[in-house]
C-alpha cells in the first residue's frame, strides 16, 4: 500500500523582455536560453513519458509574462535566427576539435540538442505554450497560474486594487491560454501576506503553494505541519514547501547541482575562445557573452576537466535514487506519526532544470521512472488531486512568508531597491483614480490609452527589476526598465486626464509593450 | 457574555505572548530565518537574468521625480523584527509648522514615534507602548528594528519637544509575522508538543533526530538558524566549493592552428579526408585547436574534370613546456 505523496512543482517564469526596436537585443537570450535548455527538454521529457505509458503527475506554472513571450512572433523568429546561429557555431566546433576527440564529442552533442530544440519548436508551429497545454490535456501535467507580471504581493498590501489586478489579469491570460479555469495557483517568490488569499477565492482559485514556516508559524499550530496542506479562512487550500527535500538539490555542500561530475555552467566558450573566432556569435559589440556550448565539468578545482556525459548521467541516476530513497523514508515515518497519508511538497524554479543544471531534466527523468516502478511507498500526486482524497483539513492563518533570502520581503525590500516603492505606489493609486474616473470607457483611443496604463504599471511592478537591483549586479536593464513603464504610465496618466493623449506615441509603446493584448483595465478594481 | 469570554481569551493570550517576547529579547542572538541556506537557489535564479557587462547601447531614459509634492507616510513589513517607513513632507507643511511653532520649531527634534498597536484599534492616544527614533533632516525613508515579532505597528513622523510632540504624518498600520510557531492550537487539531517538534524540524529539514523534550523549541532553532552551509555566500560564483587562491593572478595559453590555401573556385579539396568548403574565389581556411603532439595533415585538391590533383601535407607538431 501506498503510503503517501509527492508534488513536484516546476514554476516557469521570466520577466517579459521583447524590444523590437533594436536587432538584437541581449536580454532577450533569458528567453532563447531557457526554450532550448530548459523548456524544450521538458516537453521531451513529458512526451517520451507518455509515449512509454509511464504514469506520472507533475504541476508546472507558467507565468503570464513567459506565456505572451512563447506566443509572441518576433520573439518566435527571433528564437530560430538565434538557435540557427548556435547550429552554424556547433559545424564550425565540430571542425576546430578534430584533434580533441573529447571535446569534439561534445560539440557533436551540441549539436544534436540544438537540431532536436530547432525540430521541436517548428513541430509544434513555434508556439511552445500549445505544447504544455496538449501535455496538460493527458491529465499527466497540471498547469497553474500565476500573477500578472510576477509582482510581489506582499509588498502591495497597501495597494490591495494592485495585488487583486495581479491576480485577476493572471488568471485570466490562463483562461485565455488554456480554455479553462485553474485550479491552483503560484504565488511569485511564494510570497504570502495573510488575507490575501481572499482575492485567491475571489477568482475561483482552490490551491497555492507557501514557503515552510508559512505554514509552520502559521496560526493556530498546524496540526499536521507542512505535510498536510491547511485552509485559509477564505477556504482556499495552501501546502508547504518541504525543506528536506529542497535542501537535497540547492544546498551548497550536499546540493545535487554541485557533483563534480556535472557540467561546470560559468565555463563556457564565448569566454573562453578566441575573439576573432567567436565575434560574431557574442553580442554585437563584441561584448562577450555565453553561448551556451560549455565543455567542462565541474571538477572541484580551478583546474576544470572535460565534461563526460556518461558519467554525468550515471550520477543524475544516482541522485534520483537518493532523493527517492530518502522521500520513501521521511514519507514512511510520517505515516506511522500522522496516521494519514502526507504529502511532501517539492517546488523548484523550471529554469534551474537544464540551464543552470544541465542535468536536472536527465534527473528528473531517472527520477519519475524509478518513482513509478522501483518502490511502493508513495505516489506522485498534484494538489488538487490530494484534496479530492483529503477535502477535510485544518483551518489556519499562514504567516507572511517568501522562499527568497532570509524567508520574508527583505529580498524585494532594502537598501538596494527600496526607492522604487513609492513610484510604485503612487502610480497604483493613479491607476485606481484612472479607473475611477473612467468606469466604463467606450472612446477607441481613450480605452487603449487607459489598457496601455495598466500594462505599463504592471511590467513595472515585476519582482524580477527589484531581485536583480538587490543582486547588485549589472543592475542597469532593470533600472531602465523601472522608470521606463513608469515614466511611460505617469505621461498615459497626464494625457488621459487632460484629454490630450498622442496617438502616434500610444501606437509606438503599445507596440513595445504588446503583452496581455486583450487586457481590460477595468480589471483594476 | 460570550463575547466577554472570548476577550479574555484574547488577552491572556496577549499576556503570554508578551511574555515571550520579553523571553526572547533575552536571547541575545537573532533569530534570522534561514538566512544564506539557500545561496544556490538565489544564485540560479540570478543566472536567469544573466547579463555580461554594462550594455552601451540604451538610450538615456529619464530620471523619475523625487516627490509626488504630497504629504505621506508608508509602512512595509520586511521581517517578524523589522519594518520599513518611507516620506514626503511637501514645502507647504513644513511652512505652516515653522509659522504656528515659530523659534519652538528650531528646537524641535525630528522623530519616528513608532506605536505597538497590537489588537487596538488605535486613536492617537491608545497604543500598548511606544518608542521614538530620531531622524536627520536628510532622511526619507528608515528601517525600524520593532524588537519584537508577531506585532501591529503604526508610525507617526512628528517634532518632538521637552514638553509635547507634534505629529506631521501618521503612517498605515502593518503587522509583523511571528518567528517561530504559534502558541495557540485549536482543540480539533490536537497535536502533542513533542510530535509537532518533530514535525517542525523536519520540515526545516533537520531529519528525524529532532530534538523533543521542553527544550525543542530553543534547540531546533539554535540548529535551525546557524547557517546551513558556512561560507556559502563566498561561492557566490560558483556552484562548486570555493577553493580560495592565495592571489589573483592568473594566465592560460591555448594553440589553434589555421590551415588555409587557394585553388580553382571550382575544384574540390579535402583535408585529412574531409571536404572542405571553398569559398567562390576559390580560397579556404580552416582553424583547428592545436593539441600537444604531431599532427599531419594532407591537403589534397582535386579539379573539376578530375584529371589533375595535387597534395600538400604539412606536419606539424606542438608542445608545451
Do not use: K
Given at each position: 500500500m501506498y503510503k503517501g505523496y509527492l508534488c513536484l512543482i516546476l514554476h516557469g517564469h521570466l520577466p517579459f523582455v521583447r524590444h523590437p526596436e533594436f536587432d538584437y537585443f541581449l536580454e532577450e537570450n533569458w528567453l532563447y536560453e531557457a526554450i532550448t535548455e530548459t523548456y524544450i527538454p521538458l516537453i521531451l521529457m513529458m512526451e517520451r513519458l507518455l509515449d512509454e505509458k509511464i504514469e506520472f503527475k507533475l504541476t508546472m506554472s507558467l507565468t503570464p509574462p513567459l506565456i505572451c513571450m512563447l506566443k509572441d512572433q518576433l520573439l518566435q523568429n527571433r528564437y530560430l535566427r538565434h538557435i540557427n546561429k548556435l547550429i552554424e557555431l556547433c559545424h564550425r566546433e565540430i571542425e576546430r576539435t578534430r584533434w580533441q576527440p573529447h571535446f569534439q564529442k561534445l560539440a557533436l552533442m551540441y549539436l544534436d540538442r540544438f537540431l532536436l530544440a530547432k525540430d521541436t519548436f517548428i513541430r509544434f508551429n513555434n508556439d511552445l505554450v500549445s505544447a504544455f497545454a496538449k501535455i496538460q490535456d493527458t491529465g499527466s501535467l497540471e498547469i497553474i497560474a500565476s500573477c500578472a507580471t510576477h509582482g510581489y504581493l506582499p509588498l502591495m498590501e497597501i495597494t490591495t486594487t494592485s495585488a487583486r489586478a495581479q491576480v485577476k489579469v493572471g488568471v485570466s491570460v490562463y483562461e485565455e491560454t488554456f480554455g479553462k479555469k485553474p485550479k491552483g495557483f503560484w504565488l511569485p517568490e511564494c510570497g504570502y501576506q495573510p488575507g490575501q488569499d481572499y482575492i485567491l477565492k475571489e477568482c475561483g482559485i482552490k490551491y497555492f503553494f507557501t514557503e515552510i514556516h508559512g505554514i509552520l508559524h502559521g496560526n493556530p499550530r498546524p496540526k499536521y505541519g507542512i505535510y498536510a496542506p491547511v485552509y485559509c479562512k477564505s477556504g482556499v487550500a495552501c501546502f508547504g514547501r518541504d525543506w528536506e527535500s529542497a535542501k537535497q538539490v540547492w544546498?551548497?555542500?550536499?546540493?545535487?547541482?554541485?557533483?563534480?561530475?556535472y557540467r561546470e555552467f560559468y565555463r563556457d566558450i564565448g569566454y573562453d575562445l578566441d575573439f576573432d573566432y567567436i565575434k560574431p556569435y557574442i553580442?554585437?559589440?563584441?561584448i562577450r557573452i555565453n553561448t551556451g556550448i560549455k565543455y567542462y565539468?565541474?571538477?572541484?578545482?580551478?583546474?576544470k576537466q572535460v565534461y563526460e556525459p556518461e558519467r554525468a548521467r550515471e550520477r543524475a541516476a544516482e541522485h534520483a535514487g537518493n532523493f527517492m530513497f530518502n522521500r520513501e523514508r521521511q514519507i514512511e515515518y510520517l505515516y506511522d506519526v500522522l496516521k494519514r497519508k502526507p504529502i511532501v511538497v517539492a517546488p523548484y524554479d523550471a529554469e534551474l532544470f537544464g540551464h543552470w543544471w544541465f542535468e536536472g531534466v536527465m534527473w528528473l527523468d531517472f527520477l519519475i521512472r524509478k518513482i513509478r516502478y522501483d518502490q511502493k511507498i508513495f505516489k506522485l500526486i498534484t494538489a488538487s488531486e490530494y484534496l479530492q482524497e483529503y477535502p477535510r483539513n485544518q483551518v489556519i492563518t499562514p504567516s507572511l512568508?517568501?522562499?527568497?533570502w532570509k524567508g520574508y520581503n527583505e529580498m524585494w525590500l532594502q537598501g538596494a531597491n527600496d526607492w522604487i516603492y513609492p513610484h510604485l505606489h503612487k502610480a497604483s493609486e493613479r491607476m485606481a483614480e484612472l479607473v475611477k474616473l473612467y468606469p466604463n470607457e467606450n472612446d477607441g483611443i481613450r480605452k487603449r490609452a487607459l489598457n496601455q496604463a495598466l500594462r505599463e504599471l504592471l511590467l513595472a511592478q515585476s519582482s524580477d527589476w527589484a531581485f536583480i537591483l538587490a543582486t547588485g549586479t549589472h543592475t542597469s536593464y532593470a533600472i531602465r526598465r523601472i522608470k521606463e513603464h513608469i515614466l511611460r504610465f505617469t505621461t498615459l496618466y497626464e494625457q488621459i486626464k487632460s484629454n490630450s493623449i498622442d496617438v502616434e506615441w500610444l501606437e509606438d509603446i503599445e507596440s513595445k509593450d504588446n503583452i496581455f493584448a486583450n487586457i481590460d483595465y477595468r480589471l483594476y478594481q | 457574555m460570550k463575547r466577554l469570554v472570548l476577550k479574555l481569551k484574547e488577552k491572556i493570550k496577549n499576556l503570554k505572548l508578551k511574555k515571550l517576547i520579553k523571553k526572547r529579547k533575552l536571547k541575545s542572538k537573532k533569530l534570522l530565518f534561514k538566512e544564506e541556506q539557500f545561496p544556490q537557489q538565489i544564485k540560479m535564479e540570478e543566472t536567469k537574468y544573466y547579463t555580461p557587462s554594462v550594455p552601451t547601447y540604451y538610450p538615456k531614459v529619464e530620471e523619475l521625480p523625487l516627490g509626488y509634492g504630497e504629504d505621506r507616510l508608508v509602512l512595509q513589513t520586511r521581517d517578524p523584527w523589522w519594518i520599513h517607513a518611507y516620506w514626503e513632507i511637501t514645502p507647504k507643511t513644513y511652512e505652516k509648522l515653522k509659522t504656528e511653532l515659530k523659534e519652538d520649531f528650531l528646537k524641535a527634534k525630528k522623530v519616528l514615534r513608532v506605536y505597538d498597536v497590537t489588537n487596538i484599534i488605535f486613536?492617537?492616544?491608545?497604543?500598548n507602548s511606544f518608542f521614538d527614533i530620531e531622524i536627520n533632516d536628510y532622511a526619507n525613508n528608515w528601517y525600524i528594528d520593532t524588537k519584537g515579532a508577531g506585532r501591529s505597528w503604526c508610525v507617526d513622523l512628528g517634532l518632538r519637544l521637552p514638553n509635547r510632540f507634534i505629529t506631521i504624518l501618521r503612517s498605515n498600520v502593518v503587522s509583523t509575522p511571528l518567528d517561530g510557531p504559534s502558541w495557540i492550537t485549536d482543540e480539533e487539531w490536537m497535536v502533542p508538543e513533542e510530535i509537532f517538534a518533530r514535525l517542525y524540524g523536519m520540515g526545516l529539514g533537520l531529519g528525524l533526530s529532532s530534538p523533543v523534550g521542553k527544550e525543542w523549541h530553543k534547540e531546533i532553532k539554535e540548529r535551525l538558524f546557524?547557517?546551513?552551509?558556512?561560507?556559502?555566500?563566498?561561492s557566490w560564483v560558483s556552484p562548486v566549493k570555493k577553493i580560495e587562491k592565495e592571489r589573483k593572478f592568473w594566465l592560460v595559453v591555448n594553440t589553434e592552428l589555421i590551415v588555409y590555401g587557394a585553388t580553382e573556385p571550382d575544384a574540390t579539396v579535402y583535408v585529412q579526408g574531409r571536404q572542405v568548403p571553398l569559398r567562390p574565389d576559390g580560397t579556404f581556411s580552416l582553424r583547428f585547436a592545436l593539441p600537444d603532439g604531431v599532427q599531419v595533415i594532407p591537403v589534397k585538391g582535386i579539379s573539376k574534370d578530375k584529371l589533375e590533383e595535387r597534395t600538400i601535407t604539412p606536419v606539424v607538431s606542438k608542445e608545451t613546456r
Open positions: 544546498s551548497s555542500i550536499e546540493g545535487y547541482p554541485g557533483d563534480y561530475w553580442h554585437p559589440d563584441g565539468r565541474i571538477t572541484g578545482s580551478e583546474d512568508s517568501s522562499w527568497g | 486613536d492617537g492616544t491608545n497604543a546557524q547557517p546551513l552551509a558556512s561560507g556559502a555566500v563566498a
